[in-house]
């Protein structure tokens, strides 16, 4: 377990809908980390929040958003769904002075 | 260009044998982490050892050694005596230096499926 939660486990949505996913870093870490699995473009990075502010952006949607909030937990918001978005959506925390990032177990999304 | 190349989509292996996982990688920044995550079937990573550019020694953790290569670009990940467990996948990630404070996004490889045999 490493300390990171995330909810929910899985998801099924239809074509144009919005969902929110959400994550809890380990007690203590201030960095946010969001990652996207999928089965094409493999593990790419999203968005990274620091202590509430957006520090870096990778390859995110403009459908998609999120933020981080004082008590350091994140959400992650996708709306008009698409097919393509289907996949394993991961958040990680680290503290701002170390090397390891520490994985949740994931939120499968499944759009139909 | 990519910035991390796993060259081995899939490996096969007899239990009680080492592997050797093959990762390359692409930087300019002088300073950089290299990092190895397993996610076996049920989904979740799970971190498995790290290097930085600057550490002079190859990093150990238990059975995991990382044979770090600095003129070579390569960063392999070491398995001794593997176990069925092992069966997962194999991601090697980079962490470039930080552009700014905080930002230590991960690049990862498309990963490398290790299958033990009994």
């Known amino acids: 377990d490493s300390g990171v939660t995330q909810t929910p486990k899985h998801l099924i949505t239809a074509t144009g809908q919005r969902v929110t996913l959400r994550c809890s870093p380990r007690s203590g870490d201030l960095s946010v980390y969001w990652y996207q699995q999928s089965l094409d473009q493999g593990l790419q990075f999203l968005i990274q929040?620091?202590?509430?502010?957006?520090?870096a952006k990778g390859n995110i949607l403009e459908r998609f958003s999120a933020q981080q909030f004082p008590d350091l937990h994140s959400e992650l918001n996708l709306s008009s769904l698409e097919l393509g978005d289907s996949a394993l959506y991961f958040c990680?925390?680290?503290?701002?002075?170390?090397?390891?990032?520490?994985f949740g177990p994931g939120t499968r999304l499944t759009v139909l | 260009a990519q910035k991390i190349t796993q060259t081995q989509p899939g490996m096969f292996v007899q239990e009680k044998e080492a592997v050797t996982l093959d990762c390359t990688y692409d930087t300019s920044d002088p300073s950089y982490g290299l990092f190895w995550y397993k996610q076996p079937s049920s989904g979740e990573m799970i971190f498995l050892i790290y290097q930085g550019s600057y550490d002079q020694q190859n990093a150990t953790e238990g059975r995991y050694s990382l044979n770090f290569q600095k003129a070579r670009k390569s960063a392999n990940l070491v398995i001794s005596a593997s176990q069925l467990g092992d069966s997962a996948m194999y991601f090697c990630?980079?962490?470039?230096?930080?552009?700014?404070?905080?930002?230590?996004?991960?690049?990862f490889g498309t990963g490398t499926r290790l299958t033990i045999i009994p």
């Open positions: 990630a980079m962490r470039e230096a930080q552009t700014n404070f905080g930002n230590e996004k991960l690049t």
């Open positions: 990680a925390s680290s503290p701002w002075t170390s090397d390891e990032q520490f």
């Open positions: 929040y620091y202590n509430g502010e957006e520090r």
